[in-house]
């Protein structure tokens, strides 16, 4: 009963609450009216409580703490570990990007709404069109062509970039052997030598007075014929033939299409699997890394079929090279230069007069003889046959059976931990023999992180007289399986190359990968080099 005249009752105290007040209301135990929200006191500072009901416990309510720290209810968000909010501040998450989906259902039976929200993660978008509203990273698989894009932005612009074209169609039947080079001609005979000059004559021997034996005249010296000019070169043998060209093979009809294997369960989102087999029970945008070939290939499903698809061949195989043909015989050796003429003997001395008789003048010595021409150099070899040209077309081959229908795909794991991309576009020189950085990315990695690495770029050389460019795939605290990979261009003109390593480093901690370039004289230049990483976890 009400103790005062206007009806009202005094508020029992909260310790002195009856427990029987939820059957038997007093009016001075009856909760009081707790107002218009935007009226109410403020709140004041405090541990902070929420009023529950039990389902069991008709009429009994219970003070339980709110959650949450700075907002009641709120979370806390951690990056690997590493806190990137204020704590318990979070009351909204917001997911972006082609590659996540989020979606909360309804609760059953009640219809309200959910309290419990699904992630999904796929890391390549598969469509014929690109994806709208794409973020720097998100990868996209054009399904018409097969080619593999990036979304690059830069300070100026932002774009769907190539990272791969096409998968590889069957290889063209082998080319048949070029014929065998003709053999070289003859070379011709070296020039006859000249001849030896002719040595001079004695001088003649001096006349004493009559009475006295004249002296004996002195010996004539006739001089030395000079050497034989050297015998002219023969010339060149003729180079042989080419070899005859081979007929291209035929390229051989792709196999029908296989049924349309049975819709897979949805998974959380798509894994990427590392075998020399293809993984069984794979979900469309599932990825599979060949350790036998080094291809990356995605699952793909068209709404008629499903199959793996290659990402990483840069084109279709062409058919085999025809074999080289054999080299063309060697030219026969030129012909000796005949032998220079032999020096004509000197005149003798003359006879001393008579004294008593003057003795005879010794004959005057023999001019030697011209030495021999030089043999004629040996005709140089006929140049080597031409290759072969491509073997002729193979027959078409045989339609491909009919597929096996596919199973129920298995539900994907979330195993992918971060993918990351690093690329400069823009022309850079160099005209060091050290190795420059073109580009590098660093990632923060646990002992289990597996990464697949793509890498690209173009390399030319400022002069084409046997100098080049080298560029390298290097890294720092990894372990690539396959080593670095490296090539040399020669060429003034850019040449492309790509390639891909797994690093299988149990380092945790940063990982950094590298694409280097140098050149051995002059200056060597490279463009459009890129790295992506996608780091995985067992």
Excluded: C
């Amino acid at each position: 009963m009400p103790k005062y005249l206007s009806g009202r009752a005094k508020r029992v105290p909260q310790d002195q609450l009856s427990d029987d007040r939820y059957k038997y209301l007093a009016l001075d135990q009856a909760e009081p009216n707790l107002a218009d929200p935007d009226t109410g006191p403020s709140v004041p500072s405090g541990s902070q409580f929420q009023l529950v009901a039990v389902p069991g416990f008709p009429g009994k309510r219970y003070w339980v703490p709110v959650g949450g720290g700075l907002v009641p209810g709120a979370i806390t968000i951690f990056d690997e570990g590493s806190i990137v909010s204020a704590s318990s501040s979070i009351t909204q998450l917001n997911f972006v990007g082609a590659a996540v989906t989020a979606n909360v259902s309804v609760q059953s039976p009640s219809g309200f709404p959910g309290i419990a929200a699904t992630i999904t993660v796929n890391p390549v978008t598969i469509t014929d069109n690109p994806p709208p509203n794409a973020r720097n990273g998100e990868l996209w698989w054009e399904s018409d062509t097969g080619d593999l894009y990036v979304y690059y932005q830069d300070v100026n612009s932002a774009q769907w970039v190539t990272t791969n074209t096409g998968g590889a169609g069957p290889a063209g039947d082998k080319g048949q052997k070029g014929e065998k080079g003709q053999k070289g001609e003859n070379g011709l005979s070296g020039n006859q030598g000249d001849k030896g000059q002719k040595g001079e004559k004695g001088e003649k021997g001096a006349v004493e007075a009559q009475g006295n034996k004249g002296q004996k005249g002195e010996v004539g010296v006739g001089q030395k014929g000079d050497k034989g000019q050297k015998g002219e070169k023969g010339e060149k043998g003729t180079d042989g033939s080419d070899g005859t060209k081979g007929e291209k093979g035929q390229k051989g009809q792709t196999g029908d299409k296989g049924q349309k294997g049975e819709k897979g369960t949805s998974g959380g989102g798509a894994t990427v699997t590392i075998s020399d087999s293809a993984p069984g029970g794979a979900s469309t945008g599932d990825m599979w890394w060949d350790s036998d070939d080094f291809d990356l290939h995605v699952y793909y499903g068209d709404g008629d079929s499903n199959q793996w698809v290659s990402v990483t061949s840069n084109a279709a195989l062409k058919g085999q090279k025809g074999e080289k043909g054999e080299k063309g015989q060697k030219g026969e050796v030129g012909g000796t230069g005949d032998k220079g003429q032999k020096g004509e003997v000197g005149a003798s001395g003359n006879a001393g007069g008579d004294g008593a008789k003057g003795q005879k003048g010794e004959v005057g010595q023999k001019g030697e003889k011209g030495e021999k021409g030089q043999k004629g150099e040996v005709g140089a070899g006929g140049s080597d046959g031409s290759d072969g040209s491509d073997g002729a077309k193979g027959q078409k081959g045989a339609t491909g059976a009919q597929g096996i229908q596919g199973a129920t795909g298995a539900s994907g794991n979330n195993d992918i931990r971060s993918m990351n991309q690093a690329s400069s576009t823009g022309q850079s020189s160099t005209s060091s023999s050290s190795f420059q950085d073109k580009v590098t990315l660093s990632i923060n990695t646990i002992s289990t992180s597996r990464v697949l690495v793509h890498f690209g770029f173009e390399i030319r050389h400022s002069n084409s007289n046997n100098f080049s460019t080298t560029a390298r795939f290097t890294g720092d605290n990894v372990s690539l399986v396959g080593g670095n990979y490296q090539v040399t261009n020669r060429d003034q003109n850019y040449v492309e190359y790509q390639g891909h390593r797994l690093d299988i480093s149990s380092h945790t901690g940063t990982r950094t990968y590298k694409v280097q370039w140098n050149r051995n004289s002059n200056t060597g230049y490279i463009q459009n080099a890129y790295i992506v990483a996608i780091e995985m976890t067992n």
